[in-house]
């Protein structure tokens, strides 16, 4: 699928430049029937046109003579654009209309990707995300976090931050550090907290601002990660295979609430591990603090998440019953 992304844009600057094309015929077409003086026109330009090439290589050519052709190909073509305005037509209307003019709609600028080209990418990602529809609300123009309150909270008397100072901390290195060097670091990441905590919105957050710089991020709950894998192990889909292993960052929502079997925990611990050995970085949230791992996992998979993973604690009241209370405060005003 990943290696796919590529032929699959290619084919559709193919599909545009044949509509265009066919576009073009039509309007030939029409000027041809409606006003074949115009198309008179235009043959001469071509005959000219293909003839200016052709006199520079002769050797008894002058340089007046080229001149004389050159100006004799403006005049008419300025005649022509004259005569299609003159019926109300736009003056390139019998020529080929791209979509794209900076690289023709091939995609490409000499080697280089054109900007549409990496538009096509950046779509195709979202698409295969499973994201599309979620990142138009969660982003980090939306990420409050005054939500977070500034005072030390008697529930976690271990923690030497305050709720606010923790997570302008972990906001500051995601900022700061993670996304601008996403192409530079190995770093995977463990967000550990309760319910409501901002886990998951900072994970949208995160996975829009990649999608948006052309990454491919990927988003699966663990419940929808542990089908996936059954299907590629029992099914052999070598496209889900691709994607999963492959995307630039994996993020699996809410680690832990899916089922646990042999089989969940023998597949996750292998997919895991692939990544890890390919360095192909990883998300992963849950509720579940690193103590808890050992009892829900196998040791040799809580040993490669607390080892190979930045591990980043949350910890706050519910913000989605904050968020509520806000809501009702303002309603009332």
Known sequence: MISGYQSEILKEYEEIRSIENKNLKE?????????????EIDDEIKKLSVKLPLLILKSTTTEEDVEKLRDKIFDLRAKKIEALVSKGYSPEYLT????????????????????????????????????????????????????????????????????????????????????????????????????????????????????????????????ELIRILADIRFNKNQNLDDLITNCDLLIIDDLGSEQITEFSKTEFFNLLNKKLLLGKKMLISTNLVADDLDDRYDRRTSSRLIGNFKFMRFYTYDLRIEKKRRLNMRNRK
């Open 96 to 223: 080929i209309h791209y979509r794209c003019k900076k690289c023709s709609d091939t995609g490409y600028i000499g080697t280089k990707r054109c900007e549409c080209f990496k538009d096509k990418l950046i779509k195709l990602h979202y698409k295969d995300s499973n994201l599309q529809s979620i990142l138009s609300k969660y982003n980090f123009n939306d990420f409050d976090l005054s939500l977070f309150p500034n005072k030390t909270d008697p529930s976690y008397p271990t923690q030497k931050f305050t709720p606010f100072e923790n997570m302008q901390r972990i906001y500051d290195f995601i900022v700061s550090q993670y996304i601008p060097n996403f192409n530079r670091t190995d770093v995977n990441l463990l967000f550990s907290g309760a319910a409501g905590t901002g886990k998951t919105f900072l994970s949208y957050c995160i996975a829009k601002e990649l999608l948006d710089r052309g990454y491919l991020v990927v988003y699966k709950t663990a419940d």
């Open 27 to 39: 309007r030939i077409k029409e000027i041809k029937d409606k006003h074949p003086e115009i198309m």
